[in-house]
């Protein structure tokens, strides 16, 4: 008669069980951000001490066991190197690629073979891309030396091009093929139509999937180990071995001596913020071009 | 003629390009073709040279070499079984322990928690994946696996009674320190594709189940999950894909021991691991060793990442081809929003 017969009171253990569940589901939420929080709680304490260290970012690591253990700046730099050169390769060939794929290959059998294959490279662990690499450039001693900046900057190519690849894609096939039609309608050359409607078109979404590559490859350590060594001191020929960022935390971490061990947690700190600042600054850049 | 000489040069009418003005066409098709060709290229090649470095050590041990127990430098016996057990079993253990959170933080963000919350939510978990992993071995080292000892210490004796899992005396760095890592480590990837495909899901199953007086979980365990299964399960085994290649933050924490661990808590060794940690010092055969693990990682991951597409390409019930999804794949959970 009333409207709690016509609708049929759920029964005390169904909703005792959503309880239970939804609350499980909102700790399991919590659970996932805490080791988020505990990583940079840690990153934050320990590595700011080193961050007010005198010289810490304006000189380079000493390597010896005694005595100040020195800063980092030869690290950020090489880093910055090695990335800023993989990236000139990888963007322009990854961008390439994708263009390749939805502006010419399509469906073809051979664009879906080169699809295939760069989902197996985003597959392929980062150390295969530093063997790779060992075997093709290091063995030969291609270039006149063993391990070399260069190497590692071809290394981290390998890692970062299959991002790039798909990242572009996915935008590239976002601009409206009407656009496309309308330029060459009017007239326009397919390559004129690539640069001047294709690429402008799509450029932020571009950008925001060449600077997660980024940041992907400043992180990685592996693909380094085997390509560009270590070395201390500040260099900026490429065709030497060169000290970086997760090197020197790689290192530092198997130091017994708590000074060294300090080092490790502000180049953390460091390189965290770095990639940080890329990925929001990726983030920011995409949802803009969202509203747009 | 004279008209038609206006209006045609040679054989070719007015409406089209000459000969050189279709060149940078042509440049630009066949280069880029060509890009893609080479791709193709350096990957075949990487593989062969990879399998002729290896060659010495599958001549000299067969199969011994993935199955053997014993991982000996010093004597020349390189048999990776230690090396393939502790990969699986450091990825298992991640399985086990990242993927239920990642799926619930999924089903939580998507069905349950307030709209407003959603996007920063999913940015937090997001962020997990762009803390570089050697940032991860360090956390480990120097916080995970000490403050966690007593607690495994705890564990191993009350539940001595299960085999492998209790009675050993846990070391600093073993198996599950490991895997623990690695569960962090793949939990934003799983719970990126986890999201998507549980976005994919019809309102109306939703709205069926509960006007049909399903409560929320009911509604989550009848409609939800059962639709974006396939899909969760491609980026669990994606998420696998990661765990098993993982190098530098499982070197650090994972003890380094050439032999098969006698239980849980006690050190370990995977194929990748390895790699990063004898390279340096390796000569001969030994070196082959290192590729020949090399080769076996590249092969346990291309099995692994191949049914992981299966299922997404399964779960994605053909809407989506190469859509958000495969953007999640390439370049990590942090280019989804």
């Not at chain 1, 940080?276 to 071009?289: D, K, P, T």
């Not at chain 2, 050697?134 to 001595?160: D, I, Q």
């Not at chain 2, 809407?319 to 999804?325: E, F, K, L, N, S």
Request: aromatic content about 10%; charged content about 10%; some cysteine.
């Amino acid at each position: 008669m009333s409207a709690t017969n016509a609708f049929p009171q759920i029964s005390a253990r169904r909703r005792r069980t959503d309880k239970v569940m939804r609350a499980s589901l909102f700790a399991a939420t919590m659970i996932a951000l805490i080791p988020l929080i505990l990583i940079i709680y840690y990153l934050i304490h320990k590595g700011l001490s080193a961050w007010t260290q005198s010289g810490f970012f304006t000189t380079d690591p000493t390597g010896s066991f005694f005595g100040s253990p020195g800063g980092i700046r030869s690290a950020i730099l090489g880093s910055l190197e090695i990335v800023a050169l993989a990236t000139l390769i990888s963007i322009p060939t990854g961008i390439g690629v994708a263009l390749y794929l939805t502006e010419y290959g399509k469906q073809s059998w051979f664009a879906n073979t080169v699809r295939y294959f760069v989902d197996v490279m985003t597959g392929v662990p980062s150390i295969m891309m530093g063997l790779f690499i060992y075997i093709v450039l290091v063995i030969g001693r291609v270039g006149g030396s063993g391990f070399a900046a260069w190497k590692g900057s071809v290394a981290l190519w390998l890692l970062m091009l299959p991002i790039v690849i798909r990242s572009s894609e996915v935008v590239l096939l976002l601009v409206p093929s009407s656009l496309r039609e309308a330029a060459l309608a009017l007239g326009a050359p397919r390559w004129r139509v690539v640069f001047r409607v294709v690429l402008p078109t799509a450029a932020s979404g571009l950008v925001t999937g060449s600077l997660l590559a980024i940041a992907r490859g400043m992180g990685e350590t592996a693909p380094l180990l085997f390509t560009v060594s270590t070395a201390f001191t500040l260099t900026f020929s490429l065709n030497q071995q060169m000290n970086t960022m997760p090197f020197l935390i790689y290192t530092d971490i198997t130091s017994p001596r708590a000074e060294i061990q300090t080092i490790a947690w502000g180049t953390a700190l460091t390189l965290v913020v770095i990639v940080l600042i890329l990925n929001l600054l990726a983030r920011f850049i995409a949802s803009r071009s969202r509203m747009a | 003629m004279e008209a038609s000489a206006t209006t045609v040069t040679g054989d070719r009418s007015v409406l089209e390009r000459s000969p050189v003005g279709r060149l940078p066409d042509r440049v630009l098709k066949w280069g880029l073709s060509g890009l893609a060709a080479l791709i193709l290229i350096l990957i075949v090649y990487f593989f062969i040279r990879l399998v002729g470095q290896s060659g010495h050590v599958f001549s000299t041990y067969g199969l011994n070499f993935v199955f053997g127990n014993d991982w000996d430098v010093s004597h020349n016996i390189f048999h990776g079984g230690a090396l393939l057990f502790g990969t699986i079993v450091t990825s298992i253990i991640a399985l086990i322990i990242g993927v239920p959170v990642a799926v619930a933080s999924a089903v939580f963000i998507n069905e349950l928690c307030p709209r407003r919350m959603r996007g920063p939510l999913s940015i937090l978990v997001d962020l997990l994946a762009a803390v570089p992993s050697v940032v991860y071995g360090l956390w480990g080292v120097f916080v995970l696996a000490p403050k966690l000892l007593p607690a495994e210490k705890w564990f191993a004796s009350t539940f001595s009674f299960i085999p492998w899992i209790g009675g050993g005396i846990p070391q600093l760095y073993n198996y599950f320190i490991a895997g623990l890592i690695l569960a962090i480590m793949i939990l934003p990837i799983v719970s990126a594709i986890s999201r998507e495909v549980i976005a994919t899901v019809p309102a109306e199953h939703k709205e069926a189940a509960l006007a049909l007086g399903a409560t929320r979980w009911e509604m989550i365990r009848m409609a939800v999950l059962p639709y974006s299964r396939p899909g969760i399960t491609g980026g669990a085994m994606l998420g696998m894909g990661r765990a098993i290649g993982e190098t530098i933050a499982v070197v650090l924490v994972i003890g380094s021991a050439s032999k098969i661990g006698s239980h849980l808590f006690s050190q370990g060794y995977t194929l990748a691991a390895v790699i990063a940690n004898e390279f340096g010092e390796a000569t001969g055969i030994h070196t082959s060793a290192l590729f020949a693990a090399g080769l076996v990682l590249f092969v346990l991951t291309l099995i692994v990442n191949m049914i992981a597409r299966w299922f997404i390409s399964r779960g994605s019930h053909g809407t989506r081809g190469t859509g958000a999804t495969g953007m999640t794949i390439a370049s990590g959970p942090a280019s989804e929003t």
